[in-house]
């Protein structure tokens, strides 16, 4: 494929995303959860649940395509989506991990606990949407977080990934022991000083947990790579001075690529998740080793998943692929940025990174 042609082909796929992530689809529309964002559909279209670390991506989201967009097109569904955060967390409630809509599933696990990072990246949809003037500042929404997001940190200044009731145990999980991972979190909640203080415990412990990883950046085990790659996003807003580590970072990643450009979940694990060539795409651009051939056939390949209606599944090895929300946003940032790349055209900060 030829230059110009891979650029075009970045472009419309990008185009086609927006298109289904605006459309309204991605919304939920009615009931106690109106407002927010669903995290995946089922393979016949039904969505899942609302999911709040995903509506804190989408009010991100619309924030970075709002510099590109008009955004008075945008400003409903962000509204909306804020509206959802001010009536969930209203009277000291903290949302489910994952609402489910149709369906009961109560047994789902991860809704014993309470997550930092997903109320990291509500803050964060929130704080953003409202720096791109979408929304104005919901405060007591906001508030509210970073309360919650303060309880995270133990008594010598760590944070933790889960909280629970007493008595409730969770499975030994990437998402549920912490880690590097981490460190897009707090990178992220340190952004919302902007806009409230932050509690002197909180502050430093976000502080700390990024620079206790400096050292570290470069050979970090990459072991899963979602979690690996959300490390190095968060290391290029916390610690930016960092960026050529976490380039060798990703060119490690991008190194388990295969002839066609897919990307594995694990280093010892084959599948292949959409979401996962979408973040390494972002990381090489923002770090600027995003030439050559390999990362374009890791564009070339994401774009080929997009169907023409603009859905993206999160992995193909399946009977029944399902389009995913996350997948989807991660995926159009990333071509549109590679497109502006190729263009010449200035990259924004790592700190509109979804």
């Not at 790659?229 to 960092?242: I, K, Q, S, T």
């Amino acid at each position: 494929m030829s230059g110009e042609a891979l650029t075009d082909l970045c472009e419309t796929t990008a185009a086609r995303l927006r298109h289904w992530l605006l459309a309204g689809d991605v919304q939920c529309a009615q009931g106690t959860q109106a407002g927010g964002i669903y995290g995946a559909f089922d393979a016949d279209g039904k969505a899942r649940y609302v999911y709040p670390e995903i509506t804190g991506y989408y009010l991100h989201w619309l924030a970075d395509v709002a510099s590109d967009a008009d955004a008075d097109l945008l400003r409903p569904a962000a509204q909306a989506a804020a509206d959802w955060a001010e009536r969930v967390l209203a009277d000291g409630a903290v949302p489910a991990t994952r609402a489910y809509v149709g369906a009961d599933d109560a047994d789902d696990w991860r809704n014993r606990a309470v997550f930092f990072f997903d109320l990291a990246m509500l803050l964060r949809g929130l704080c953003a949407a409202h720096e791109a003037g979408l929304v104005a500042l919901p405060r007591s929404a906001v508030e509210r977080l970073i309360a919650e997001l303060a309880a995270f940190v133990d008594a010598d200044g760590r944070i933790r990934a889960a909280r629970t009731d007493s008595g409730v145990t969770l499975p030994p999980r990437w998402s549920t022991l912490g880690g590097p991972f981490e460190v897009k979190a707090s990178s992220r909640v340190e952004l919302a000083a902007r806009h409230r203080p932050l509690p002197v415990a909180l502050a430093r412990a976000c502080r700390a947990l990024a620079q206790s990883y400096r050292g570290d950046v470069a050979t970090l085990a990459l072991e899963m790579l979602h979690p690996t790659l959300y490390f190095a996003e968060g290391m290029l807003v916390a610690e930016p001075d960092c960026n050529a580590a976490v380039a060798t970072l990703a060119q490690r990643c991008l190194a388990l690529a295969d002839a066609g450009g897919n990307l594995p979940e694990a280093e010892d694990s084959p599948v292949p998740r959409s979401d996962i060539l979408a973040q390494t795409l972002r990381v090489l651009l923002l770090t600027g080793s995003a030439e050559g051939a390999a990362p374009e056939r890791l564009a070339a390949t994401l774009a080929s998943r997009v169907d023409a209606a603009g859905r993206l599944p999160f992995r193909l090895d399946v009977d029944a692929p399902q389009p995913n929300v996350w997948c989807a946003m991660f995926a159009e940032q990333a071509l549109r940025w590679t497109a502006r790349a190729r263009r010449g055209l200035a990259l924004p900060a790592a700190e509109w990174l979804v």
